[in-house]
């Protein structure tokens, strides 16, 4: 039997069956303890003040693309898009009492993000996380399952917004979700199979009542872990979700409906003006559909876009122009060590021109980067007496030959 000094005094868990047991002056607390508590007072006092939550600043359109332009360059469509989907998503929050009232109500628009990998959709995602002033976390779809199946039920992505939000529910009622990797729960197939698709349609259906707008009962903890805790309920009528998938494959598709859409000689004129390089500038909810997409997911993600594949033009601007850029994260890192460093623009052409050949896209410009300049990044700072450090074409073409890039077959 163990002593009463070595229990909670709330719960009367035993010090073994904790993560710490907290000692006061004649009791005792455990974490779990803690957390719950902390949950009653945020409860409270959400309940008490209506505006415990911090208020937002409603942005115009333009000034949000105007923000995302310092971050991410290019994809000027999927910007506005998201622009508008944002701004609509304040002033449907800030209408709400209004709406009651009235005999419209607006509903919101999720959006889906499509585009290849290394495009910008979660770093769009990340930079209007910078500058919204409400909750907003990233989710990812492919650890998602069925409930009763190993992995993550869908309200573990609520459990992580509450947990940005402070557990403030209010607060995380007003947030927006970034759900990535959404193609990966595409229904594998439209044959009936003898296992249960648990991480494909099981999952879609399971996110329709969260798009949708409903009431959930979300654990703060995780599901699985702890099914002893307390549920909390969330309304996701008020969140906005955005979603981003690669889509590998879907360009054969719209190839496939805008070829079959085209029957006749009136129409050669109109299949010469598709852009064949650049086909998903031409998706629709029917190529998302014919994906893998069930119809009532789609119909839930009105609001679709694409982002564009990356040119070597747009490649070049953003290893230099956005704020935090890759060559301004390595001039800081330098600078730590009082090195000043600097990069001729031969030498910024040819990282760029290796990540085209590469087809690494713009997470492939770090690769590069990393490679070549892992050396002086080892040997420098131990040298006091080196204070500048110019990176040009023969000084790259040099590293590049030491590293095991240079083997890789040009595609």
């Given amino acids: 039997m163990a002593k009463l000094a070595d229990r909670c005094s709330f719960c009367g868990r035993e010090k073994r069956d904790t993560n710490m047991l907290i000692a006061g002056l004649?009791?005792?607390?455990?974490?779990?303890?803690?957390?719950?508590?902390?949950?009653?007072?945020?409860?409270?006092?959400?309940?008490?003040?209506?505006?415990?939550?911090?208020?937002?600043?409603?942005?115009?359109?333009?000034e949000i693309k105007k923000y995302l332009d310092q971050y991410v360059i290019g994809q000027d469509e999927a910007k506005k898009i998201l622009s508008v989907a944002v701004y609509n998503h304040y002033k449907r929050l800030s209408h709400v009492k209004k709406a009651k009232e009235e005999e419209v109500e607006i509903d919101k628009s999720n959006i889906i993000l499509v585009?290849?990998?290394?495009?910008?959709?979660?770093?769009l995602a990340?930079?209007?996380?910078?500058?919204?002033?409400?909750?907003?976390?990233?989710?990812?779809?492919?650890?998602?399952?069925?409930?009763?199946?190993?992995?993550?039920?869908?309200?573990?992505?609520?459990?992580?917004?509450?947990?940005?939000?402070?557990?403030?529910?209010?607060?995380?009622?007003?947030?927006?979700?970034?759900?990535?990797?959404?193609d990966k729960i595409a229904r594998k197939s439209d044959n009936p199979s003898i296992t249960r698709d648990v991480s494909g349609e099981g999952v879609q259906q399971a996110l329709l009542k969260l798009l949708e707008g409903a009431v959930v009962n979300v654990p703060p903890q995780g599901g699985r872990k702890h099914p002893e805790q307390k549920m909390i309920q969330i309304n996701t009528q008020n969140i906005l979700f955005i979603t981003g998938g690669a889509f590998d494959g879907i360009e054969k598709k719209?190839?496939?409906?805008?070829?079959?859409?085209?029957?006749?000689?009136?129409?050669?004129?109109?299949?010469?003006?598709?852009?064949?390089?650049?086909?998903?500038?031409?998706?629709?909810?029917?190529?998302?559909?014919?994906?893998?997409?069930?119809?009532e997911l789609v119909?839930?993600?009105?609001?679709?876009?694409?982002?564009?594949?990356?040119d070597r033009?747009?490649?070049?601007?953003?290893?230099?122009?956005?704020?935090?850029?890759?060559?301004?994260?390595?001039i800081k890192l330098f600078e730590m060590d009082n090195i000043k460093l600097s990069f001729d623009d031969d030498a910024l052409d040819f990282i760029v021109d290796k990540s085209v050949s590469f087809k690494l896209g713009a997470r492939g410009l770090r690769?590069?980067?990393?490679?070549?300049?892992?050396?002086?990044?080892?040997?420098?700072?131990?040298?006091?007496?080196?204070?500048?450090?110019?990176?040009d074409l023969s000084f790259l073409e040099e590293r590049f030959q030491k590293t095991n890039l240079s083997r890789l077959k040009v595609a």
């Fill in 367 to 391: 690769s590069i980067l990393e490679a070549m300049m892992t050396e002086a990044m080892f040997e420098l700072p131990s040298k006091s007496n080196v204070k500048h450090l110019k990176v």
């Fill in 115 to 123: 585009g290849e990998t290394g495009t910008g959709k979660t770093l």
């Fill in 299 to 310: 119909g839930r993600l009105p609001v679709v876009t694409f982002l564009q594949s990356l």
């Fill in 254 to 295: 719209i190839g496939a409906r805008l070829q079959t859409n085209m029957i006749g000689y009136s129409t050669s004129k109109e299949r010469d003006i598709i852009d064949k390089e650049n086909l998903l500038q031409y998706v629709s909810p029917v190529d998302l559909k014919s994906y893998g997409l069930i119809p």
């Fill in 126 to 182: 990340r930079s209007i996380a910078k500058m919204l002033n409400v909750p907003f976390c990233i989710a990812d779809a492919t650890v998602l399952t069925e409930a009763g199946y190993v992995g993550e039920d869908v309200e573990s992505i609520l459990s992580r917004l509450l947990q940005v939000a402070d557990y403030n529910v209010e607060s995380a009622e007003r947030g927006i979700v970034f759900i990535d990797e959404i």
């Fill in 313 to 330: 033009n747009t490649l070049r601007r953003i290893l230099t122009e956005p704020k935090n850029s890759l060559i301004r994260q390595y």
């Fill in 26 to 62: 004649n009791a005792h607390i455990c974490d779990y303890c803690v957390l719950q508590a902390q949950i009653i007072l945020q409860e409270e006092s959400t309940s008490k003040d209506p505006k415990y939550f911090p208020d937002y600043t409603l942005l115009k359109p333009a």
